[in-house]
DNA sequence: TACGCCATGTAACGGGTTACATGATTCA
DNA sequence: TGAATCATGTAACCCGTTACATGGCGTA
């Protein structure tokens, strides 16, 4: 799936893995990320299959970069992507929640403990996304004006993060109070 | 991660990797799961490990079964995972979320479709977390009362799928409203 | 008659992470 | 002086999925 997180930014315009990285954290850090190397192996992949093409600029003082293109291959691939409906829920995995079943055995406090570590970690990120689109956002903007009707869809993404981190703070509040009032130790 | 699942519900009761697919869809299947196959290679790598050890119990009409039993080893490798908290936000990832951020080039009305087959997903979905924990949950319980107290931290993650659901909707029927009003083609 | 449950496994493959390898420029 | 940024890539490994392989019993 990192192939059309690429392929969706190569359609604003062409650019390096290491640019793509940059967008990804900025943009999609919320709900998609990857790490460089990862970056680089799909994109030879997504070259290999015909869905971008690169060439590489020289440059001086700095490593040469290599700006890939979306072909119109490449176009396709993605408009067939995202026409395909998703029926299904996606099942998800969550840490947090796997320990929190098993923990009963480790005892009231230390439970208490690691539920207020994340109620802080969760505020702070609800802070975040209460500020709305980062300013990277705009500047892209401002470079390509042509982006301008994207920012209502990149915004849909923000206020689930937003909605998403008040349910998540509200759910470690209302858990911290129910194991401070019902967990009886030993 | 899976190996910590399996070493916590055989550290309620010895069990077959076919009894630990049921435990972990039934109890977990919120926040993690597991295929069959990987289940029983995970359990053969707790045994290597010394972390687990299994015994095969014959049977007539139906296949032999092998019930792997948690070591006092194995109880001390989820002790210290339990204990060890996480100071990290987990980032994850959203196949929804990803195809929204680019959907604007499908245009309005397939957009709206996508999003309003996902409502009624998670509007079922937010009912069956409302009915509480499964009845498989309080069965557990009756064979094994000891298990009672643990039944806080089920509910509490159960809980988690309540208001995550409810978070979901609440933002599904805002984005479909903002994009009715907002998007405009061509 | 066919499907679902019980029950265990192997093999090939894909996606992703971590570690390794290199190296100049810019800023605090 | 040291850290961050720019910039690209390879190799080993781990986790997980899909497909394959087997086969009797109970139920609709």
Redesign the pocket.
């Known amino acids: 799936?990192?192939?059309y997180a690429l392929l969706g930014f190569l359609n604003y315009k062409p650019m390096?893995?290491?640019?793509l990285?940059?967008y990804i954290n900025i943009s999609t850090g919320n709900f998609w990320?990857?790490?460089?190397?990862?970056i680089?192996?799909?994109?030879?992949?997504l070259e290999q299959d015909g869905l971008v093409t690169?060439h590489?600029e020289p440059?001086?003082?700095?490593?040469?970069?290599?700006?890939y293109t979306i072909t119109e291959a490449g176009r396709a691939d993605l408009s067939a992507w995202l026409a395909e409906p998703l029926v299904e829920l996606v099942?998800g995995?969550d840490p947090l929640l796997l320990k929190l079943f098993f923990a009963r055995s480790i005892g009231k406090q230390a439970v208490l403990t690691q539920l207020r570590v994340q109620l802080e970690l969760h505020r702070k990120q609800l802070e975040v996304y209460r500020r709305g689109l980062p300013p990277e956002a705009h500047e892209i903007v401002r470079e390509q004006p042509e982006l301008k009707p994207e920012t209502l869809f990149w915004d849909a993404t923000r206020r689930f993060g937003e909605l998403y981190e008040e349910a998540r703070v509200q759910w470690l509040e209302e858990t911290i109070a129910r194991i401070e009032a019902e967990f009886n130790d030993i």
């Not at 680089?40 to 992949?45: D, R």
């Open positions: 799936m990192l192939k390096t893995g290491y640019d990285e940059n990320h990857a790490r460089l190397s990862q680089y192996m799909t994109l030879k992949k690169s590489v440059q001086e003082g700095r490593p040469d970069r290599r700006v099942p995995k």
